[in-house]
Nanobody, 122 residues
Framework: EVQLQASGGGLVQAGGSLRLSCKAS????????IGWYRQAPGKEREGVSC????????YYDEAVKGRFTISSDNAKNTVYLQMNNLKPEDTAVYYC???????????????WGQGTLVTVSS
């Protein structure tokens, strides 16, 4: 069974940076995708970024494009989300999720981590 552990959240001032990590275990294939979601208080969960392993393709929501960067370290079975120039509206619980094949927020993800809280103060 695939298990994911998100970490790296914390409290940061607006304009600051954080790097989130998603540590994965239990993969039996190199054909997978890791996506990041976030959910702010009182708001719906939204897709943030995603990485497809087969071709290293990446996706970014327009709200974070140019500020966030997703990357992977296969040797460590870890996907990272580097978040720069953080804004108060980025405050949310961030979740990583996995699915077989390619990134697809439409089709959804199967395995989920517990989430890590990011708080951006003004």
């Amino acid at each position: 069974e695939v298990q994911l552990q998100a970490s790296g959240g914390g409290l940061v001032q607006a304009g600051g940076s954080l790097r989130l990590s998603c540590k994965a275990s239990g993969f039996t294939s190199d054909d997978y995708a890791i996506g990041w979601y976030r959910q702010a208080p009182g708001k719906e969960r939204e897709g943030v970024s995603c990485f497809t392993s087969t071709d290293n393709n990446t996706y970014y929501d327009e709200a974070v494009k140019g500020r966030f960067t997703i990357s992977s370290d296969n040797a460590k079975n870890t996907v990272y989300l580097q978040m720069n120039n953080l804004k108060p509206e980025d405050t949310a619980v961030y979740y990583c999720a996995a699915r077989r094949g390619r990134c697809s927020y439409t089709r959804g993800f199967d395995a989920w981590g517990q989430g890590t809280l990011v708080t951006v103060s003004s």
